[in-house]
């Protein structure tokens, strides 16, 4: 098996690689980066310059703690051309038909100068009321956005918690498929802030479990609720051992931990102090480790239940190669 540097040092010089970027359940391709990597992004995300942030910040919410990663999804649509041929994409954000639901737009450049203030929409008020028609044209997806390919989109969505459920608030980064902002981000010499190549050197149990908290049932906010067992169960399921707090002794779960890939999280409550979880580097790492989930529920399962102490090689696999022709960089 070929090293991480030695894959990224192929696929700089041979074009017709095939580089991987993850899936969402429904198949959908995506970027995953840490807001770092997205020039101009964290000080967007400032309580100077975000009316959410300043609200909820003086209500003692941090809504984007430093484990928040963004998705990245590529736009198709072009629409022309600048005068110096930059390729112009149109681009419609939308809130997905969720109600009780904010949504926040700007655009960056790729120097990090937003194009735009922050734009809001919304389908409903959040007493749940119809929202105002400016409001609903943005929120429905019919508000369409010159984008050009050196800029990124950016579309925050966020719901109130109830007594049960803590609030939600998300990021996704949109992007013109095949211009310059999306070969900076997905060029096979690109990694996330703070990594090293052997970051990415995993061995099949460190790489399945960094999956499941990433991809598979993903920790956070983009995760469904009451998951924590469904995670315990599936790591389980996969014989390597325990995932939860105060388990010292699983070797994968370490071998993340001290990439950096996971994290021991500290609890408020005594005796509940330890809960290995993903950090915004590991999340943009496995960004790399394409993988359906239907093939990793059967071929790679049985890879890991077989050999779980050998080396992670999804790069090398004809099995995992891309069918989708748009995505090769």
Do not use: C
């Not at 690689?17 to 992004?41: C, F, H, N, S």
């Not at 904010?102 to 734009?119: F, H």
């Not at 790591?235 to 994290?263: C, H, M, Q």
């Amino acid at each position: 098996m070929m090293n991480w540097f030695d894959i990224i040092k192929r696929a700089i010089e041979d074009e017709s690689v095939v580089w991987k970027m993850p899936y969402t359940e429904t198949d959908r391709r995506y970027l995953m980066a840490q807001l770092d990597d997205i020039p101009g992004l964290v000080a967007m995300l400032s309580k100077q310059n975000n009316p959410l942030v300043n609200i909820k910040q003086q209500e003692g919410v941090d809504l984007f703690p430093r484990n928040t990663e963004i998705r990245i999804y590529p736009v198709y649509e072009e629409v022309g051309s600048t005068g110096d041929d930059k390729k112009i994409f149109n681009w419609k954000p939308t809130i997905g038909g969720r109600k009780a639901t904010q949504m926040l737009v700007t655009i960056l450049d790729k120097e990090g100068k937003p194009i735009n203030p922050w734009i809001m929409g919304a389908l409903t008020t959040p007493t749940g009321m119809e929202a105002s028609p400016k409001l609903r044209e943005l929120a429905s997806g019919t508000k369409s956005f010159e984008l050009q390919e050196d800029e990124i989109g950016i579309n925050i969505m966020y719901s109130e918690g109830t007594l049960k459920t803590k609030y939600r608030a998300i990021i996704d980064g949109f992007v013109g498929f095949g211009g310059e902002y999306w070969k900076a981000l997905s060029g096979p010499q690109t990694m996330t802030t703070g990594a090293m190549t052997d970051d990415y050197d995993l061995t099949n149990g460190a790489a399945a479990i960094l999956l499941v908290l990433t991809q598979i049932v993903p920790f956070g906010q983009r995760g469904r609720k009451g998951q924590h067992q469904e995670r315990v169960k599936e790591i389980e399921s996969l014989g390597l051992g325990t995932w939860g707090r105060d388990v010292d002794d699983n070797k994968y779960v370490n071998e993340l931990v001290d990439k950096g890939l996971l994290e021991r999280r500290r609890s408020q409550t005594k005796g509940l102090n330890r809960l290995p979880v993903p950090t915004a580097k590991g999340k943009a790492v496995s960004n790399r480790f394409e993988m359906k989930h239907d093939y990793f529920d059967n071929e790679f399962r049985r890879e890991v239940r077989a050999n779980p102490d050998d080396p992670f090689d999804s790069f090398e696999s004809s099995d995992l190669q891309s069918d989708d022709p748009d995505f090769i960089v």
